[in-house]
C-alpha cells in the first residue's frame, strides 16, 4: 500500500508538470492554428525571469518578494514573449506547410534560451551586475512558489508530499480549469477558435 500511494503521489506530481505544459500547447493550437513546439522555451523564459527577480541579491538576484517576481514573470514576461514570437514568427507561418510551421517552433525552442542567457551575460558585462543565469550549475533549487523552507506534510509511512508539490497539482487544475473555461465558455475563447477552424466563415460573420 505504501508503495502504490507513494507511486499516485510521484505519478500525480509529474502529470501536473505535463498537463501545464500541454495545456500551454493547446491553447496556442487553437489560438493560432500553429503547433508551438518553441512554449517550452517560454516556459524557461519565465521560470529563469523569477529565478532571477527573486535570488537573492547576494546570490546577484533582485531580491523581490516571491508574489512579485511571479507576477512579472507570469503576467508580464510570459505574455509579452508569447506576442512578440506571434507578430514576429508564428503569425507569418499560419498559412504555411505544416512541416514549415513545426520547423519554426523548433528553432525558438532552440534559439529562445540561448538568446535568455546571453542578455544575461550582456547585462553583466556592460553594466557590471552579476545577475545570476543557473548556466552550468548541477544541484541549484530555484525557490518554489510555496512557503520557504518548503513544508512537508506526511500522508502516511514513507509517504509524504511538500508544498511545492502541492503548489505543481493545483496550478495544474488551476491552469486546466481555466483554460477549459475560456475557450468552451467564453465569447473570446469562442471566436478565436472560430477563427483557426474556420477563417473564412470568421471572416464573414465579422469575427
Known amino acids: ?4 500511494l507513494s507511486l499516485l ?16 500547447l493547446v491553447l496556442t493550437y487553437q489560438a493560432s492554428g500553429v503547433f508551438n513546439l518553441g512554449h517550452g ?15 537573492p541579491t547576494e546570490a ?3 531580491g523581490l518578494p516571491i508574489v512579485v517576481a511571479a507576477f512579472i514573470a507570469i503576467a508580464v514576461v510570459a505574455p509579452l514573449i508569447g506576442w512578440l514570437l506571434d507578430v514576429a514568427i508564428f503569425r507569418r507561418l499560419a498559412n504555411a506547410p505544416e512541416a514549415a510551421r513545426l520547423v519554426g517552433g523548433i528553432g525558438v525552442l532552440i534559439a529562445l534560451p540561448s538568446a535568455c542567457l546571453l542578455l544575461i551575460q550582456f547585462i553583466n558585462g556592460a553594466f557590471g551586475a ?4 543557473a548556466a ?16 512537508s506534510y506526511r500522508i502516511t509511512t514513507g509517504v509524504a508530499v511538500t508544498s511545492d508539490q502541492l503548489a505543481v497539482v493545483f496550478a495544474a487544475a488551476l491552469t486546466a480549469g481555466g483554460l477549459w473555461y475560456l475557450m468552451r465558455r467564453t465569447r473570446l475563447g469562442l471566436e478565436t477558435r472560430a477563427g483557426v477552424d474556420r477563417p473564412i466563415l470568421a471572416r464573414l460573420r465579422g469575427i
Do not use: E, K, W
Open 60 to 62: 546577484g538576484g533582485l
Open 1 to 4: 500500500m505504501t508503495q502504490f
Open 136 to 151: 552550468g550549475q548541477s544541484g541549484i533549487s530555484p525557490p518554489g512558489l510555496g512557503p520557504a523552507p518548503p513544508r
Open 41 to 55: 522555451a517560454v516556459a524557461f523564459a519565465s521560470a529563469l525571469t523569477y529565478y532571477v527577480l527573486h535570488q
Open 9 to 24: 503521489v510521484s505519478g500525480a506530481i509529474a502529470g501536473g508538470l505535463y498537463a501545464i505544459m500541454a495545456s500551454g
Open 130 to 133: 552579476d545577475l545570476p543565469d
